[in-house]
DNA sequence: CTAATAGCCTGCGAAAATGCAGGCTTTTTT
DNA sequence: AAAAAAGCCTGCATTTTCGCAGGCTATTAG
């Protein structure tokens, strides 16, 4: 029996609870792995169970943006009725189990369980919400800022409850600066002048963000806030 | 009774439909109107009858990003349960029509209508969706190709049918600026260097885009497309 | 019709971002 | 343990973007 008491599945009836649970897989993937590619055919939707995933989009050129994360909870894979190609693809950032539901499936769901598909509904204009927030950030702030932006984003997606303000951070400069749509170069730079002033400090290959109060204030200007 | 067929309240069934017609109100906004301002209290969701609408978020200094367009048949507001406050504001580009549904009555309609709350989500996943692929394209082009990608978008979001390519855009040089994250000077700039090569036309205060797929072409390694 | 205003274009210097290169450290492989 | 590879930092030259300023045009007001 599935342990995420906020995953949306608990929304239906008891019936339908035991019956997505049968009607699941839920494989554990390794760190770097895809979950779905670019381009490829969605057959239904991806609960995460455990573990982070980031959400990508790349270019021809090979330049990748990552504009979503995701973590534990979160659904993935925009669940579509019939079959829609779709250019973003889903590679967790470390060991990760995630449970598939086909389309088929999830339709029957949706029309037996409308809190189910009201709270996705809400999931995703949620999910919606932060995404406009980001484009307002990317599109008014230097590059100082959208570091600071990336660092606050990785911490609140990733802070499990309010186990104080310690944060760690395992990715490298290159998938920071994809994040905020910056290079990797600007990324060291502007760890290093906050690691200056201590507002960060690196630990092995982990950012930890100590103070993550003064970091949220260097931002306030864009109504930028942990909850949306 | 409303006569927008693609208006999502239509997933209802009858009695619903006639019920909600009923708790509408659809006022007629002038153009540059606030249908609802940044920092509101949502008590609703509001549906386009007619018109245009820009979807904002503002920085504290006033700078001013609009993070979706809205046209006929959308959806603003978030819909939410409860009270949310919600940094993002929507402006009527051009005369307009929008309905009003209050959260309760909302509520109560999507308990009894599966089908509408379903193609609400569906909505909802398709916006996010074109978001992220609006972060992709901010995060990677350079000046240039965010002119394209704004020209694109408000034809994307504004051609209604098939009607040839001849879009008119009537948006001044700070309002494209705003879509894309950069300044009017820049797409002064660019719009003239298009002009030189024949890609768009200015009659009067209005662009006209003659050519949208060699645009699209111009922009095409960033797997930007019409139908998402 | 004239004046005033707003929007638009574009040159130019300043500022910011980019991307290469080289040196260093850490991790992985052999 | 040594070698190789990957990641990181930072200086520097180049490119891009920014934003002011001035002139022009079109629209609005008097």
Redesign the pocket.
Known sequence: MCPIATCLVKQCNHTWINRLSDAKNSPIYPKGQFVFMEGSLVLGAYFILKGKVKVISSNVGGKEQTVRLAGEGHMLGHSAIGLEKYSIGAVTLEESQICFIDNATLYEAFMANPKFTFEVMRFYSRELRKSEIRTKCLGL????E?VILGLLYLADTYLLGSQGNQVEID?????IAQII?????????V???L?KEGLIQ?V??TIQLPDITTLKERIRQYAYATSY
Chains 1, 2 share one sequence.
């Open positions: 702030m230097n590059n100082e959208k990715l490298n400069r290159q998938e749509g910056t290079n990797a170069e600007q990324v060291s730079r760890l290093t002048s690691k690196t092995d290959r």
